[in-house]
């Protein structure tokens, strides 16, 4: 089983609909993140979470927002989803308590919105 | 602020051919420097790592070194496969391992 699961894998969805991705972790990791990936743009970060009781703002969070319901829960809602919203999404995960700066990546969720 | 800029592709080779896929950073500090892969339909996952000047980060064959002086972290391979075939993705972190900034990827394909 993978370590890091995101659902749903694939999804189409019409503007103006709210959408919620999740994301679940069994390496027992603090740290967990919300990316989107763009074709010519990398990875760019939505939000991150140090622990259950800390949420904090990337660099692109505008239209988004999470929830961190457990250590191993972090999930990534679209209030209104917009077509500009339709990308790749990776959840991620790393351990602060190693001082391994490695992150772990789930499959992606392919989020299409029409 | 922190950037990473590396080069564009796609880059196509043969098997067996050399690669090189540079990359270069502006970072304050001393950055952690990266090399994420991902392979089709899944995703990233650590390559290599360098963290301080100097040092060279190598796995599977691929190795790339730590140049401050050059702010550069190029990531090099004598022989490709066609299994090699993925997106790289240069990265660094500065700030306590919270924050990881990824270039925009290179698409590399290798025909056998």
């Known amino acids: 089983d993978a370590d890091v699961t995101q659902t749903p894998r694939n999804r189409i969805t019409k503007t103006g609909k709210r959408i919620m991705l999740e994301c679940s972790q069994t390496k027992g990791h603090d740290r967990m993140y919300w990316y989107r990936q763009d074709p010519g743009l990398g990875l760019r970060l939505i939000y991150y979470s140090f622990d259950v009781k800390d949420i904090n703002k990337g660099e692109i969070s505008d239209g988004y927002s999470v929830s961190r319901q457990a250590q191993a829960k972090f999930s990534l809602s679209l209030e209104s989803a917009i077509p500009n919203q339709t990308a790749l999404y990776f959840c991620?995960?790393?351990?602060?308590?190693?001082?391994?700066?490695?992150?772990?990546f789930g499959s992606g969720t392919q989020l299409s919105v029409l | 602020g922190d950037s990473v800029t590396q080069m564009e592709g796609p880059v196509t080779l043969s098997e067996e051919a050399f690669l090189t896929i540079n990359c270069t950073y502006t970072a304050t500090g001393y950055p952690s420097l990266f090399w994420y892969v991902q392979y089709p339909g899944e995703g990233l996952q650590l390559l290599l790592k360098a963290t301080k000047a100097d040092d060279k980060g190598s796995n599977k064959g691929f190795e790339a070194t730590y140049r401050k002086e050059t702010t550069s972290f190029h990531l090099e391979k004598g022989s490709v496969q066609v299994s090699d075939s993925a997106v790289y993705f240069c990265a660094l972190s500065n700030t306590g391992g919270f924050k990881t900034i990824f270039g925009a990827g290179t698409r590399l394909f290798v025909k056998a």
């Open positions: 991620a995960t790393s351990d602060s308590r190693g001082r391994d700066e490695k992150l772990f």
